[in-house]
Each structure stands twice: as structure tokens, then as C-alpha cells.
């Protein structure tokens, strides 16, 4: 039995769900911040930005770019921030990803 390297993070499809303008700038902007989270907290082993800093739209985000704690975040803590994005919650309030970072960081220490 092979280990299939699943899909965390698909821009493309994600982009491609809606094509207006609204929708389109609310997951950019909420995908840069997420990743940015990801990135600074050294969560994922690829760049998700360009040379000039935007987040790359064509950026597939796989389990093995993860580290086991950023694996976790997507399975058990990533769902609910982006829950609380959808009913109207400010992307940029990431203490959810922040309280959920240090108790997984707890459980592996």
C-alpha cells in the first residue's frame, strides 16, 4: 500500500470555486495570512511567496510540505479559523491558529 501525498492547500482550485472579484481577494487575503502563520512558525518546508512577496497562485500545499504539527493544524484547528472567516470573522484575528499551534506544540513536547 503506497502513502498518497494529499492536498492541504489547492489555491487553484480554491480560486477557481468563485470568480468574483470579492470572493477572490477574500482567499488571497485569507490564504496569505494563513501561510504566512505557517511560514513564520517554520510549519512548511516551501516558499508559498513569490520574489516579490505575493502569495503564489498557483501554490499546492501537500502533506509532505508539512511538518507533523502543520499537519495537525489542518486537520484539527485550520477548519474552525476558516469557519469563523466565513461567518464574517476578521481574517487577520489568527489566535485561533495561535492557541491551536501551542496546545498541538504541548502534546509533542
Known sequence: MSDIDF?????????S????DDYQKRVIK???ILLSFLK???LINIDPFNEQGYLKLDLVVKQSNLTDI???LFVKIIPNW?????KGGNAENI?????GL???QKTVS
Open 7 to 15: 492536498n492541504m492547500h489547492n489555491m487553484p482550485m480554491l480560486l
Open 17 to 20: 470555486r468563485n470568480k468574483s
Open 30 to 32: 485569507s490564504s496569505t
Open 40 to 42: 513564520d512558525n517554520n
Open 70 to 72: 502543520g499537519n495537525a
Open 82 to 86: 476558516f469557519k469563523y472567516i466565513d
Open 95 to 99: 489566535t485561533k491558529l495561535e492557541k
Open 102 to 104: 501551542m496546545e498541538l
